[in-house]
């Protein structure tokens, strides 16, 4: 067996135990013929032939008990609990004595009381014990003898009763060691001897299971501790083994006369004879520290002959040959790291960290270290792996700096992938790990990162971004489509750069039919923002989606996912005349199926159809235009156009259609417009036309019409006499402003106006013989009202009335008479009038006499104050119209009834 060969490292320091106060060298157990040691508890203990035992603290303070007549062979303390066993002799000859001690018992000389005492023995002979065990959990005890049997004693242990004894094991080898093993619910007790291993499931009916054909010496044996799965250990001269309960595991091939083996924290430790040193005392030792999990050795000294070794307080204390105490302290980890550090020893360090618990954030720096160790020896793909156990802790900036050369670009793809593995990169770490892929063309890789069904743990923005620029557009539109990044996918799409235009085609599309696959208002958004390229390339296709949009009806083979994000089921169609720029073919398609299906559209639709209408190209032919002239007019007169009536007419006249002029003036009520327009084009005939049939709602046309006749040069007669009738029989213009117009035009001779003046003054002089007559009345009236009150003064008034005036029934008394010759009985009068003092019939008329007196009277004042006003005042006009606004100049009518009423 090739003999193995572990680092060998310092990491425990050696000292001689001594007094705390003298510091000389410690002798408390010097004279006492010891004959076993043990520790446990905070105590060390050790049992002498003289039957005593002795056991001191951390201060080393002795106290003895006396617990045997003869001599003490064994101590066992419990790890779990307070409790010593011990076998001695109280008699030469006799079976050796079992006794239980429970230190958490003191008696009255504060000793522990010895719970129980058991005497053992195989036969009816006494014969030597050579080792013991118990249980943790003091359900068991076994105890071997020299003459190769084992008594195995269950119950509990503390006590007398319910326990039982059993020889478990006989045989003619002398038992070397013992130990219990207590795994899933099993428990297992291993037995060494000199000549075999051998084990025995204690659970299971006893069940022996030989393990090796080798034994090993008495103290060679040991139980490890959870980090090595609790195995048997045994050392022999040519190896340490290690064993299971059903058979043998592995083995370390240390070579060596081993003495004692012992267990202590995750190291094993062994004392073996060193036969080329002597010593003045005798023979020596030594002592080895084995790492088992972590392959090295972690101490190795030469000492007098070592006579036992217990461990207590964190520390190996070694009793030798030369009557002194070795106390063996392990170094810190910081410091065992250091060690390793300076020889480069990373790996080690990591697993020795890992090993004593150190905290994460110590590893990442060992992780560190070590990478940085490999990179600068060379060995780029090894530093990497350490760099990749930072993640989550160290900055990635500082390893991807140092593998941003192009020769290091696998190593770096490395790293980013498992960054992006942990879901700890960023845009940017997404963005290089793209270009490593695409730098290195490797397809395969880029597949496996984007193209997958897996939850992807990265930007995809940037991923799609990366992709697009490195012209790797199909993993691109992967991402776009999977993660209904409709923005990319359609942009990726229309700019793609095909030759080919059956292909460019192709591509626009698709993305058309993507577009219709989208929810109604992302579709409505995208068109906007991509309909301009849309329409250029596929126009018929793109107006057939846009129609399906804008209505509720699909009229093409496109569907849209509508009403699913709003209350609408279509969008606002004045929204995309935008994109047809260049298009007003399909433009004007397009609005004219709106109009169809939608006759409230809004002005902006019906505005853009009407200039779509009248544009009219250099080379389009009457066949086109007159077809064109003819739909603009009838949406005009369309009563559901909803076009804006202003623009509508800057339309018409930018594009001189003079039907829609016209049509627009007269639905505005503007008359003097359509004359004006008329003039502008002397077209006499509409002139008078226009006038005939708006003159009614607005005679100021005729006056128009008459000042146009006379200031134009061409033969108008007729047209001015026509003008002339009409004015004469609306009485619209006084004669002399008539004659005043008529001046200027050189056609309008006095045989022109000679029919029109004579009918003029000849009304004027009917005009003056009724006014004259009316005033000979009123002078009559006058007179005749004067004569009556001269009579009412002189003579009385004799009522000769025969009827009331208001029943018509003859007139009796009581009856109430007026000047007025008005008779009414009282009776009649009372119930009508609040007052008897004013006639019935005649009340409404003096009462509108009396009105225009008062009326009369108060714009005498009035007027004299308004010219005394308007002779102070800065701004004349101000006050004009300040007095208009008061009604002062309101024509004042007075109303007379007919003679002979």
Not at 428 to 455: A, P
Not at 743 to 767: C, G, H, I, P
Request: with cysteine; charged share 25%; aromatic share 10%.
């Amino acid at each position: 067996m090739a003999v193995l060969q572990w680092r060998k490292f310092n990491f425990f320091d050696k000292e001689i135990v001594k007094e705390a106060q003298s510091g000389q060298t410690l002798d408390r157990f010097k004279g006492f013929r010891i004959t076993c040691w043990g520790s446990g508890r905070g105590n060390i203990i050790c049992g002498d032939a003289e039957g005593m035992i002795y056991f001191t603290d951390h201060t080393w303070t002795l106290i003895s008990l006396p617990a045997y007549q003869v001599r003490v062979s064994h101590l066992f303390q419990m790890k779990q609990s307070n409790i010593l066993i011990t076998i001695g002799e109280d008699d030469e000859g006799i079976a050796p004595m079992v006794k239980v001690w429970n230190f958490d018992k003191r008696d009255a000389m504060n000793l522990p009381v010895c719970v129980r005492m058991l005497r053992v023995a195989p036969g009816a002979k006494a014969v030597a014990v050579s080792c013991v065990a118990a249980q943790e959990n003091l359900s068991a005890l076994a105890v071997g003898f020299c003459d190769g049997s084992v008594l195995l004693v269950r119950g509990d242990i503390t006590r007398d009763r319910h326990s039982k004894t059993k020889i478990i094991h006989n045989d003619k080898h002398p038992v070397t060691g013992l130990a219990f093993r207590h795994v899933s619910g099993h428990t297992v007790l291993f037995i060494a001897t000199t000549d075999t291993i051998l084990s025995y499931n204690l659970t299971h009916k006893d069940e022996r299971n030989v393990l090796d054909v080798h034994g090993c010496h008495v103290n060679c044996s040991t139980m490890s501790n959870h980090s090595q799965d609790f195995q048997f250990v045994i050392g022999r001269k040519d190896a340490l083994y290690f064993y299971q309960p059903d058979g043998r595991g592995p083995c370390l091939a240390f070579d060596g006369d081993k003495t004692r083996v012992l267990w202590f924290r995750n190291y094993l430790v062994v004392a073996s004879l060193d036969t080329k040193t002597l010593s003045r005392q005798g023979g020596m030792s030594t002592l080895t520290i084995y790492d088992i999990q972590n392959k090295f050795t972690a101490y190795s000294s030469p000492l007098p002959e070592i006579i036992d070794i217990v461990a207590e307080w964190g520390s190996l204390f070694i009793v030798s040959t030369d009557n002194k105490l070795y106390r063996l302290d392990e170094k810190d980890t910081q410091t065992k790291l250091d060690m390793l550090f300076k020889k480069n020893l990373y790996q080690m360090a990591i697993n020795l960290a890992k090993s004593q618990h150190y905290d994460y954030e110590g590893l990442i720096d060992i992780f560190t270290q070590y990478g940085d160790h490999l990179n600068s020896k060379g060995d780029h793909d090894g530093a990497i792996q350490q760099y990749i156990r930072t993640i989550g802790h160290l900055e990635p900036s500082y390893v991807i700096r140092k593998f941003l050369d192009a020769q290091r670009i696998h190593n770096l793809t490395a790293y980013l992938q498992a960054l992006h593995g942990q879901s700890l990169a960023n845009k940017d770490h997404t963005t290089l790990l793209i270009n490593c892929y695409t730098k290195l063309k490797d397809v395969q890789k880029l597949d496996e990162f984007v193209m997958t069904d897996r939850e992807l743990n990265f930007d995809v923005e940037t991923a799609i971004k990366v992709c697009r620029q490195a012209g790797y557009n199909k993993h691109a539109l992967y991402l776009a489509k999977k993660f209904k990044e409709h923005d990319w996918f359609l942009r990726i799409y229309l700019e793609l750069e095909e030759k080919d235009e059956v292909k460019r085609k192709a591509n626009f599309i698709e993305a058309l039919n993507y577009m219709s696959t989208l929810p109604l208002r992302d579709a409505e958004s995208y068109l906007k923002k991509f309909g301009n390229a849309l329409v250029n390339e596929i126009p018929q296709e793109t107006t057939v989606l846009l129609k399906q949009l804008c209505t509720t009806t699909p009229p093409g083979r496109y569907y849209v996912k509508v009403g699913e994000e709003s209350d609408q089921d279509h969008v606002r169609p004045e929204e995309f005349i935008h994109i047809y720029v260049n298009q007003t073919e399909y433009l004007l398609d397009f609005l004219e199926f709106i109009v169809k299906e939608q006759p409230e559209s809004s002005s902006v639709i019906y505005n853009t159809l009407l200039e779509l209408y009248l544009h009219r190209d250099p080379d389009d032919s009457e066949v086109i235009w007159a077809p064109k002239e003819a739909k603009a007019l009838q949406l005009l007169k369309n009563p559901e156009a909803k076009y804006h009536i202003d623009q509508a007419m800057v339309l018409t006249q930018m594009h001189d259609f003079t039907a829609g002029v016209l049509y627009l003036y007269e639905k505005a009520k503007l008359y003097q417009q359509i004359l004006h327009y008329h003039m502008d084009h002397g077209n006499y005939p509409l002139i008078l036309e226009t006038c005939k049939m708006h003159g009614n709602k607005d005679p100021n046309l005729w006056l128009q019409a008459l000042s146009f006749f006379a200031h134009t040069d061409e033969e108008c007669r007729e047209q001015i006499v026509e003008v002339l009738a009409h004015i004469d029989k609306r009485n619209l213009l006084p004669p002399l402003m008539v004659v005043q117009t008529l001046a200027n035009n050189s056609t309008a001779t006095l045989a022109t106006l000679r029919d029109y003046v004579v009918k003029r003054l000849q009304a004027e002089n009917e005009l003056v013989s009724s006014d004259e007559r009316l005033i000979r009345q009123y002078r009559e009236e006058t007179e005749k009202t004067r004569a009556q009150c001269e009579e009412l003064k002189r003579s009385a008034k004799i009522f000769q009335v025969s009827k009331c005036m208001l029943c018509r029934n003859p007139l009796d008394l009581p009856a109430v008479h007026f000047l007025c010759s008005h008779s009414y009985h009282q009776s009649c009068l009372e119930g009508m009038m609040d007052t008897d003092t004013e006639c019935p019939q005649c009340q409404e008329k003096n009462r509108k006499v009396l009105d225009m007196v008062r009326a009369q009277e108060q714009n005498k004042e009035l007027h004299e104050h308004f010219h005394n006003q308007l002779e102070r005042a800065a701004d004349g006009f101000t006050v004009v119209a300040e007095y208009f606004g008061r009604g002062v100049f309101n024509k004042l009518t007075l109303v007379t009834e007919p003679a002979g009423e």
